[in-house]
Structure formats: structure tokens, C-alpha cells
């Protein structure tokens, strides 16, 4: 099984409208899995140990700010990844 494509559609960066071509993987975390914020948090900390641009790392924390708000806002969504199965 191939957890790795779940989601298909078009795809542009905002900062320069650049298209990510079909064939670039492409990961997804929704805010309603209940493993996307610890994740997202060891991405910005590793990212800020790679030394990225505050533009990144301020965007990391908007992110991880608006995933917890809808996890405060919404506990009832919440859900471990991959226990639907597409259902």
C-alpha cells in the first residue's frame, strides 16, 4: 500500500507563483492529525539548526500556531493518522 500519495491537485508557491511539477513529492500534514504539531515542531527546530531564513522559521511558527489553535478549537476532529483508511 501506498501511503505516500493520498492527495493529488495543483499545487503553486505563493512567495513566486512557481508550479511544483507533478512528478516532485509532495507531503501533507493536516492539522486535524494528532502527530502533525510535534512534527511540525521538530521540523522548525531542525530547520533552525540548518541555520534557514527568518522568513522561514517565522512561517514555521504561524503554522504551528494555527495547528494548535485547531486543535484547542476543534478536539473532536482530532484523529491518528491513517486510521480511517480513505473511508
Do not use: W
Request: glycine content about 6%.
Amino acid at each position: 500500500m501506498r501511503q505516500d500519495l493520498k492527495f493529488r491537485f495543483g499545487l503553486i508557491k505563493i512567495s513566486n507563483g512557481e508550479a511544483v511539477p507533478e512528478d516532485e513529492p509532495v507531503f501533507i500534514l493536516r492539522a486535524r492529525d494528532s502527530l502533525a504539531i510535534d512534527t511540525l515542531q521538530h521540523y522548525s527546530n531542525i530547520s533552525n539548526d540548518d541555520h534557514c531564513t527568518d522568513y522561514h522559521l517565522s512561517g514555521m511558527a504561524r503554522v504551528i500556531r494555527a495547528f494548535m489553535a485547531f486543535k484547542r478549537d476543534h478536539p473532536e476532529r482530532m484523529k491518528q493518522p491513517g486510521i480511517t483508511r480513505g473511508i
